[in-house]
Each structure stands twice: as C-alpha cells, then as structure tokens.
C-alpha cells in the first residue's frame, strides 16, 4: 500500500504508539475496532477523527493504535 508514518506520543503519559498506513478508513485501537473499543460513543468517534478530517485524510489512512493504561476514564 502507502508508507508508513511513526508517531510517539511522549509528552504525556501512558504513551501510545500510532501507526498511519494508505488504506481504507480503518481504525484499530489495541487490536479492536475502534467502534468497539470506545463502546461505540459517537462524541468519542468523532473525536479521534477530527486531525484526519482537518487535514482531508479521512478516506485514504488506516490507522493502528497501540496504548495502554488509561481506560476510557482517563
């Protein structure tokens, strides 16, 4: 597909790991789909699509999201 982007999180904790690769709108959070994995709240989907959407990206990047610690809380 396309290149891949790396991007560390590192001026908060817990730090997550983001990878950005060419594809189909998918986005994975912890080896779930999102939707799954934020309990299918649309304010929170919303959320995490706002840079793409900002930046037209919304239709051509998967994105894979490796975080721990946290939760849905904080």
């Known amino acids: 597909m396309g290149r ?3 991007i560390n999180k590192i001026d908060i904790l817990p730090n ?3 990878v ?8 994975i959070i ?3 789909d999102a939707k799954e994995c934020l309990q299918g ?3 929170w989907l919303q959320y995490i699509k706002v ?5 037209r990206y919304e239709t051509s990047y998967d994105i894979f999201v ?3 610690g946290g939760g849905l809380s904080g």
Request: charge should be positive; hydrophobic fraction near 30%.
């Open 16 to 18: 997550p790991r983001v």
């Open 51 to 55: 840079p793409l959407v900002t930046l």
């Open 41 to 43: 709240n649309p304010l």
């Open 30 to 32: 912890n080896y779930r």
């Open 66 to 68: 490796k975080a721990h």
């Open 20 to 27: 950005l690769q060419g594809g189909t709108r998918k986005f």
């Open 4 to 6: 891949r982007k790396y």
